[in-house]
T-cell receptor
């Protein structure tokens, strides 16, 4: 079945440590790929996106993500986490099946930052 | 400032009652979406509309209805037919038909069925 998988439900890191959040997708072709962030009780905000070209994409708030076609992955990274990064992170794909932008979201990874 | 406004932020309803969630945007976006969020399940698409007076079912449309009479507005009605309506509902919009992927989200409405 076609899906977006975020294998880590919860992750805890210390402030200043590096972060990597995993995302895998299982589709025949390369979809458009996105990472969104959600603060508690809020809507989602786009961090970054990959359509084509350079497989390392830069986003807002110091985040970056790398697309690896061979692994069907689009992992999110940050070299040094700040306490304000504590939030829930969602990977999403657009299957480009036509009919407008229809994103499929992963189940999310809850990030906790220890001071 | 432009954005998406959802109301109410919190809503309580008794079983068997219909309830309508409001979503208004002043971004001049063409397409609007309704997602449902449950813990551990991510976001699931309920309905979406690419143009006024037209909308399509998403993955979990049963028990919900929508209308798109104005470009700015895309209200969602949770009907009594929805078996498990307690959830966090998110409205989003995007401009045009380009697959830019940058959905703009409202702050959500939390519905609790008592």
């Amino acid at each position: 079945a076609q899906s977006v998988t975020q294998p880590d439900i919860h992750i805890t890191v210390s402030e200043g440590a590096s972060l990597e959040l995993r995302c895998n997708y299982s589709y025949g072709a390369t979809p458009y790929l996105f990472w969104y962030v959600q603060s508690p009780g809020q809507g989602l905000q786009l961090l970054l996106k990959y359509f084509s070209g350079d497989t390392l994409v830069q986003g807002i708030k110091g985040f970056e993500a790398e697309f690896k076609r061979s692994q069907s992955s689009f992992n999110l990274r940050k070299p040094s986490v700040h306490w304000s990064d504590a939030a829930e992170y969602f990977c999403a794909v657009d299957l480009l099946t036509g009919g407008g932008n229809k994103l499929t979201f992963g189940t999310g990874t809850q990030l906790k930052v220890e001071l | 400032d432009g954005g998406i406004t959802q109301s109410p932020k919190y809503l309580f309803r008794k079983e068997g009652q219909n309830v309508t969630l409001s979503c208004e945007q002043n971004l001049n976006h063409d397409a609007m979406y309704w997602y449902r969020q449950d813990p551990g399940q991510g976001l699931r698409l309920i309905y979406y509309s690419q143009i006024v007076n037209d909308f399509q079912k998403g993955d979990i449309a049963e028990g919900y209805s929508v209308s798109r009479e104005k470009k700015e507005s895309f209200p969602l009605t949770v009907t009594s037919a929805q078996k498990n309506p307690t959830a966090f509902y998110l409205c989003a919009s995007i401009t045009g038909t380009a697959n830019t992927g940058e959905l703009f989200f409202g702050e959500g409405s939390r519905l609790t069925v008592l």
